[in-house]
DNA sequence: AAACCGGGGTC
DNA sequence: GACCCAGGTTT
């Protein structure tokens, strides 16, 4: 790919962001860094549409990374309530109070402070650093890896794993930043985004529609499928501990704390072994998604939320 | 590099 | 019913 026409892709692609692009509240001027910080998190392996009303609501609620750092820990879960891996929310949770004991209450605005926060690799640090204050990181999420390869690679799909021929490629794709500050290496970071989660989708991409369709290297192609090793494998989901962690705490964010004996039996999974409940709830334990109360096993065993037994 | 971690919408 | 989603942590 020569530079003219990776110049023009940028060009195109950034030009068709700032008509296109969806009027996100994390997105607009007056959103704090907290609140575009809070997003990422939430909207790891989260859709936008299920993160709107959460994002609203959290945001109402704890304004700033003190207010977080400072709330009930059950709270916090309960508010979070099925946007999944709760863990996330205990570690933005973490993250705040850090922000707050260290940072003096702001949040950092390099990508490597950000990066030694609990719950933010090397995805989020970029995105925050990037969209919340400006600076020139290469972004790299599923969304842009999808965009790349298929317009630059030539490949239907990016493959399970971000190698580091991608993140080199993703790189080299990042507009100069020596005559604007990288303002445009950000829009391109956000437009890049945005196109793979609009027009280059990774089940049916609208082609038709794209502003970068005959520049497009899959396109020149023929548009070939997917190869097996660019599958990604789907995750089991039935019978897992994740779905058996999630019954369990679906409960507790409705009731808590609660006679453990009745969770256990009370959970609507008929192919759960009481081994697998036992185990699900040991290990929500250990992750401080929940505390005991009582002897593990006996009569008098408890279980609730973090704070609540 | 691979396993683990939720949950719901879509095709 | 398979597939997908603005990933991070642990081993």
Redesign the pocket.
């Known amino acids: 790919m020569t530079k003219a026409m990776t110049d023009a892709v940028h060009q195109r692609v950034i030009d068709w962001f700032s008509e296109a692009a969806r009027d ?1 509240p ?2 607009r001027p007056e959103c704090t860094p907290w609140g575009v910080l809070v ?2 998190i939430m ?8 993160v709107l009303p959460r994002w609203e609501l959290w945001m109402q609620r704890w304004p700033t990374p003190a207010d977080c750092a400072a709330a009930d820990p059950a709270e916090i879960l309960t508010v979070w309530d ?6 996330r929310a205990l ?1 933005l949770q973490s993250a705040a109070a850090a922000i707050t004991s260290q940072h003096g209450g702001e949040v950092p605005q390099n990508a490597e402070e950000l990066r030694a926060l ?8 970029a ?1 925050v650093a990037c969209f919340a204050f400006g600076a020139p990181e290469v972004v790299v ?3 842009i890896r ?1 965009v790349h390869a298929r317009v630059f690679s030539g490949a239907a ?1 990016p493959g399970p ?1 971000y ?1 580091a021929a991608q993140r080199r490629l993703a790189h080299e794709l990042m507009p100069a930043t020596h005559d604007d500050g990288g303002v445009r290496a950000c829009a391109w970071n ?1 437009a890049t ?2 196109l ?2 609009l027009i280059c ?4 991409p609208q082609c038709a529609i794209c502003p970068v369709a005959d520049l497009c290297a899959w396109r020149a192609a023929g548009s070939p499928p ?1 190869t097996d090793s660019q ?2 494998r ?2 089991a ?1 039935q019978g ?4 058996v ?3 369990i ?2 409960v507790l964010r409705q009731r808590s704390p609660v006679a453990a004996a009745a969770v256990l039996e009370g959970l609507d999974l008929p192919e759960a072994s009481a081994d697998q409940r036992r185990r699900c709830l040991d ?1 929500l334990v250990a992750d401080g ?1 929940a505390v005991r109360a009582g002897e593990p096993g006996s009569a008098v065993e408890q279980i609730g939320l973090p704070g609540t037994v």
């Open positions: 996100l994390w997105r997003s990422e909207l790891q392996q989260t859709p936008v549409v299920r099925r946007l999944g891996y709760p863990r570690r609990p719950g933010i690799g090397e995805y989020t640090a995105a999420d599923t969304n999808r799909l794993t190698t956000a985004m945005e793979g989660a989708t990774a089940r049916s997917p599958r990604t789907g995750q989901w897992t501990d994740r779905q962690r999630g019954a705490m679906a290990s998604l």
